[in-house]
């Protein structure tokens, strides 16, 4: 079985852009959920899309924002970027099984720079 | 706010030893608990979970214990091998999983020929 792949690997941006990043989960996930990850303040959660429907949401502004297609592949988009986007976002999917947000398996997810 | 966090962040052994990496967490109503392996380049890895109800879970080569009494988690590599290297990080969830997965800091674990 294939596994999570995001595209692009590396974006770079410039501050008051906008960016959409892509992830296909593995085959027959229908969860997907999507991490921050910064030096300073690690991973954290942004939020969990389950049958195109987002089921929960972190502490994150308006400015970022997903969806989830009939197909289970899932999009998030960061409008206006400020410098503090710049990081790892990491999309994970896991089984229908499982509750939300257990039994994760990321991707090598997309390096964002904000200059 | 309630986190869970690592003891230390970096942890150097030699090869073929066992090493043990420890977390801390605070949120007693947490009710699962994950440790991932992260290297350079790559996604989180998940290597092994428990849950509350347990106590200890085996995996291969590797082994989850968790004492609740004082909140404490532990990832124990046995025969530590140069693959090992990797940042290692423990995540909890409480509340049926609703505010995603609460990370640690991450201990980079160095392996030392």
């Known amino acids: 079985k294939a596994g999570v792949t995001q595209t692009p690997r590396y974006l770079i941006k410039t501050r008051g852009q906008q960016v959409t990043l892509s992830c296909s989960p593995i085959?027959?996930?229908?969860?997907v959920s999507w991490y921050q990850q910064t030096p300073g303040q690690g991973l954290q959660f942004l939020f969990e899309?389950?049958?195109?429907?987002?089921?929960n949401k972190g502490n994150f502004p308006g400015r970022f924002s997903g969806r989830q297609f009939s197909n289970s592949r899932s999009e998030m988009n960061v409008s206006t970027l400020e410098l503090g986007d710049s990081a790892l976002y990491l999309c994970?999917?896991?089984?229908?099984?499982?509750?939300?947000?257990?039994?994760?398996?990321f991707g090598s997810g997309t390096q964002l720079s904000v200059l | 706010g309630e986190s869970v966090g690592l003891h230390l962040p970096t942890l150097s052994v030699q090869e073929g030893d066992n090493s043990i990496i420890n977390c801390a967490y605070s949120n007693s109503a947490s009710d699962y608990f994950i440790w991932y392996k992260q290297e350079s380049g790559k996604g989180p890895q998940f290597i092994i979970d428990i849950r509350s109800n347990m106590d200890k879970r085996q995996g291969q080569r590797v082994t989850v214990l968790l004492n609740k009494t004082v909140k404490h988690l532990s990832l124990q590599i046995a025969a530590t091998q140069p693959g090992d290297s990797a940042v290692y990080f423990c995540a909890e969830i409480s509340g049926g999983g609703a505010d995603g997965l609460t990370f640690g800091k991450g201990t980079h674990l160095i392996i030392q020929p």
């Open positions: 085959s027959g996930h229908r969860s």
């Open positions: 994970a999917s896991s089984p229908d099984r499982a509750r939300p947000n257990e039994k994760l398996f």
């Open positions: 899309y389950f049958s195109e429907t987002q089921r």
